[in-house]
C-alpha cells in the first residue's frame, strides 16, 4: 500500500496538467455552461428541474475549476524555477499577454461587476421596505454578482502571485 500510494504521489506531484489543469478547465467550462444554461429560468431534464440550487452548484464549480488553473500555473512555474521540470516555450509566449496589469483589470472589472450586481440586489431590496423577496428571482442576482466578487478578488490576488513567482526568473524563462 505504501509503495502504491508513494507512486501514485509521485504522478501526481510531477504531473499538474493531470492534478489541476484538466480537472480545473472540466469543472470551469461545465460550471459555466450549466450555470449560464440555468441563469435565465428554471430548466427541466424529464422529471427533474434545475433551478437555482444548480446556479448555486455552478458557481462552485467555475470557482473551484479556476483555483485548480490557477495552481497549475503556479505548480508549473515552481517546478521549472527548481529545474524539476524543462522550460515550455508555450509557456513563456502566454506570459507576455499574461501580464500583472491585465490580471488587475480583469479581476477589478469582475469586482465591480459583482458590485453592481450587490447594489442593484440590495436597491431591489430596498423597494420592498427591507422585507422579504422572491428568493429565485434574487439568487438569479445574488449568486453571479458572488462569483463575480470571489473570481474577481482571485484573479487579482492569483495575478500578483504569478508576479511574486516571476520574481525570481532565471536564464530568460518566462520573459
Request: glycine content about 10%; aromatic content about 16%.
Amino acid at each position: 500500500w505504501s509503495d502504491g500510494w508513494r507512486h501514485l504521489r509521485f504522478l501526481f506531484l510531477y504531473s499538474p496538467r493531470w492534478l489541476f489543469l484538466y480537472p480545473g478547465i472540466l469543472l470551469l467550462a461545465v460550471g459555466t455552461l450549466l450555470g449560464l444554461w440555468v441563469l435565465p429560468e428554471p430548466r427541466a431534464i424529464g422529471t427533474v428541474t434545475l433551478d437555482v440550487h444548480t446556479l448555486l452548484y455552478a458557481a462552485v464549480a467555475v470557482t473551484l475549476g479556476y483555483q485548480s488553473v490557477a495552481f497549475a500555473f503556479f505548480t508549473k512555474i515552481f517546478a521549472i524555477q527548481e529545474g524539476l521540470m524543462p522550460t515550455d516555450p508555450r509557456f513563456n509566449k502566454l506570459f507576455k499577454y499574461a501580464t500583472l496589469e491585465v490580471g488587475l483589470c480583469i479581476g477589478f472589472t469582475l469586482v465591480v461587476l459583482g458590485i453592481g450586481g450587490t447594489g442593484w440586489a440590495f436597491s431591489e431590496w430596498g423597494e420592498s421596505s427591507f422585507g422579504e423577496l422572491e428568493p429565485t428571482k434574487m439568487l438569479r442576482v445574488i449568486i453571479p454578482a458572488a462569483l463575480s466578487l470571489i473570481l474577481g478578488f482571485q484573479i487579482v490576488l492569483s495575478s500578483f502571485f504569478l508576479s511574486v513567482l516571476g520574481l525570481g526568473r532565471h536564464r530568460g524563462e518566462f520573459d
